[in-house]
């Protein structure tokens, strides 16, 4: 792993001329292979790898895990069995798989799991996944078909099972869940259902969200129940969140109709202060630092692992609809306004925010969201949106529409959707193109793309019409075209109960599609990539002299990658831009 770093002493003259040769141009970022549609599929006897149906996850010691399906052959694979999750750790090796045996029962065998690894916890070496059961001898019926199963990779165990009695409840039986948050240290959140009319969960008591560890549960939130910090009771409980710390968050409603509450204030937040769940924000309720205004929606919280929150409000009371939207975050001691509609975007001087996205909360405490601004003034549809990070009152642009996407030769972004990060600052996003210009078809418009941490630039991870060798044999030759990408998910790295497509060491992880619409899982460290446009030559991260051959060979040759201010030249312009960019430094 290189280390990015400052060139002390940097130069402020470049010769160029035929003698400087000798520096080979850095190819592009070189991905780890993980799977791939045709290859041989671990731990099911030479069956073959079919399609990846949803993005992977990395957990903090970089291992991956990934959901695909096994081509069926009518012999040994058959939709009995077609389906698993694998995870990379001293090579790739299969977890569990449709037909096995579902460990803490007798008999039964998993039929399918939830397909969503978004939604699989998976932290510090654990598991934990929403599954259900095929009858294969085990007395299985509509009454106890699924379950949760979590544990370390080479202990998994059945957590909570339909038909089984709920703790924390009088005679309650569970009879179906969501898919749970699952922390490094084992903590445990979901939300579970009831079976209508058995013990206590009679009318408006049949479900809930239960946290802890395997063997030890309890009801943090249930619906019917008391709701703190309100004259009513919980109504709607959306999934639960959990932190590393312990602290967990959930947002709904309480029923209306009970002590005067009604639609207009119904809306609510919770998060735990040291455990005991109480409330954070309610419809209607005043929003701290804004004078007359009161909560609105309040839309999915994100929490991050010292038990912080971020989440997106519109507001009423004192505001207009020209200023009515906004993202909040801290915590009970700290809740406070992070951006609101109508505020200037740093690094767009003139321009007003117009709405947002979800944000994301990493555990330093550094928001990232997506934004969308007004269409006056220097603003229009071509640059309409952008992406920015921090803390309040430390906001800067990381990314804009209409910017110039790195590794293009001149392309520009058209569109930017929900980016990932961590907690040291490493950003990736996908993106799409502006048709018509530079060579951007419909066939090359989408891409990847990662900045890390301290870096000035992103760099081009994937595109689209691009070719892959995907055969790892040596001297072996499988190009495949590039045709799609599946979509981000898992957003910040770190503390939350969400699994993430990159880790905290900047591990990245993800799903290609092909144009045969065959798949593969890659993934890529981060600190692998280059540190700035100027950083040419291995190693990648250090700017010396072979930077400088580098840059002289791609201008000699008219690279696209000597042509640093992107217009199309190659002239004194992009050497004075290299010159400024190898002063600058690596950061």
């Given at each position: 792993?290189?280390?990015?770093?400052?060139?002390?002493?940097?130069?402020?003259?470049?010769?160029?001329?035929?003698?400087?040769?000798?520096?080979?141009?850095?190819?592009?970022?070189?991905?780890?292979?993980?799977?791939?549609?045709?290859?041989?599929?671990?731990?099911?006897?030479?069956?073959l790898f079919a399609e990846c149906y949803e993005p992977p996850a990395v957990d903090e010691a970089g291992r991956v895990l990934f959901l695909a399906g096994i081509e069926r052959d009518g012999v040994s694979v058959d939709f009995g069995n077609d389906y698993g999750m694998w995870v990379t750790e001293s090579g790739t090796t299969l977890l569990v798989r449709e037909g096995d045996p579902a460990p803490g029962t007798t008999g039964p065998v998993f039929n399918y799991f939830t397909g969503e690894p978004s939604l699989v916890g998976f932290r510090g070496g654990r598991v934990a996944f929403y599954a259900a059961l095929r009858d294969d001898g085990g007395g299985i019926d509509s009454t106890n078909s699924s379950g949760i199963w979590a544990g370390p990779l080479d202990a998994i165990d059945l957590i909570a099972r339909a038909g089984d009695g709920a703790p924390g409840t009088e005679?309650?039986?569970?009879?179906?869940?969501?898919?749970?948050?699952?922390?490094?240290?084992g903590l445990l959140a979901?939300?579970?259902?009831?079976?209508?009319?058995?013990?206590?969960?009679?009318?408006?008591?049949?479900?809930?969200?239960?946290?802890?560890?395997p063997g030890s549960l309890a009801v943090a939130a249930r619906r019917g129940d008391p709701a703190p910090g309100t004259p009513s009771n919980f109504w709607y409980l959306s999934d639960p969140i959990v932190s590393d710390s312990g602290e967990f968050a959930?947002?709904?409603?309480?029923?209306?109709?009970?002590?005067?509450?009604?639609?207009m204030d119904?809306?609510?937040?919770?998060?735990?202060?040291?455990?005991?769940?109480?409330?954070?924000?309610?419809?209607?309720?005043?929003?701290?630092?804004?004078?007359?205004?009161?909560?609105?929606?309040?839309?999915?919280?994100?929490?991050?692992?010292?038990?912080?929150?971020?989440?997106?409000?519109?507001?009423?009371?004192?505001?207009?609809?020209?200023?009515?939207?906004?993202?909040?975050?801290?915590?009970?001691?700290?809740?406070?306004?992070?951006?609101?509609e109508g505020d200037e975007p740093p690094g767009v001087p003139g321009a007003r925010f117009l709405s947002f996205s979800f944000p994301l909360i990493t555990d330093t405490g550094r928001v990232l969201f997506y934004a969308a601004l007004r269409v006056e003034g220097g603003v229009n549809s071509t640059n309409d949106e952008g992406i920015w990070e921090g803390t309040p009152g430390e906001l800067r642009l990381?990314?804009?529409?209409?910017?110039?996407?790195?590794g293009t030769g001149g392309a520009r972004f058209l569109r930017l959707l929900i980016p990932i990060t961590n907690n040291r600052g490493d950003v990736v996003l996908r993106a799409d193109l502006r048709p018509g210009e530079h060579g951007v078809t419909t066939d090359n418009d989408r891409g990847i793309w990662a900045r890390p941490a301290g870096a000035t630039d992103f760099t081009l991870i994937a595109r689209e019409g691009d070719m892959i060798d995907v055969d790892p044999s040596p001297g072996g030759e499988d190009?495949?075209?590039?045709?799609?990408?599946?979509?981000?998910?898992?957003?910040?790295?770190?503390?939350?109960?969400?699994?993430?497509?990159?880790n905290e060491a900047g591990r990245l992880a993800y799903t290609i599609v092909f144009d045969d619409d065959s798949t593969a899982v890659f993934?890529?460290?981060?600190?692998?990539?280059?540190?700035?446009?100027?950083?040419?030559?291995?190693?990648?991260?250090?700017?010396?002299?072979?930077d400088v051959l580098a840059f002289v060979e791609a201008f000699g040759l008219m690279n696209s990658r000597a042509d640093l201010d992107g217009n199309g030249l190659f002239d004194l312009a992009d050497i004075v831009a290299f010159v400024d960019t190898f002063n600058a430094g690596c950061p």
């Open positions: 792993m290189h280390t990015r770093r400052r060139q002390a002493t940097g130069f402020t003259t470049l010769a160029i001329h035929a003698s400087l040769t000798g520096a080979a141009l850095a190819g592009g970022p070189t991905p780890q292979l993980l799977m791939v549609t045709g290859a041989t599929a671990p731990g099911t006897d030479g069956a005679g309650a039986v569970f009879e179906d869940f969501n898919n749970p948050s699952l922390t490094a240290s979901f939300p579970g259902f009831l079976v209508p009319g058995v013990g206590d969960a009679t009318p408006g008591h049949e479900g809930g969200s239960w946290i802890g560890v959930v947002g709904g409603e309480i029923e209306t109709g009970v002590n005067g509450v009604t639609y119904s809306d609510c937040l919770w998060l735990t202060r040291g455990g005991t769940l109480e409330l954070l924000a309610r419809e209607a309720s005043p929003v701290p630092g804004i004078a007359g205004a009161e909560f609105g929606i309040i839309a999915s919280p994100t929490i991050n692992g010292v038990g912080e929150v971020a989440f997106y409000a519109v507001m009423q009371g004192a505001v207009t609809g020209y200023d009515n939207a906004a993202i909040f975050t801290g915590d009970h001691d700290t809740l406070g306004l992070l951006v609101r990381v990314a804009r529409k209409g910017d110039e996407a790195p190009r495949r075209t590039i045709g799609n990408f599946f979509p981000f998910r898992g957003g910040a790295a770190g503390g939350h109960g969400q699994p993430s497509m990159l993934a890529l460290d981060l600190e692998s990539l280059p540190c700035s446009l100027a950083d040419l030559a291995e190693p990648l991260g250090t700017l010396d002299l072979a």
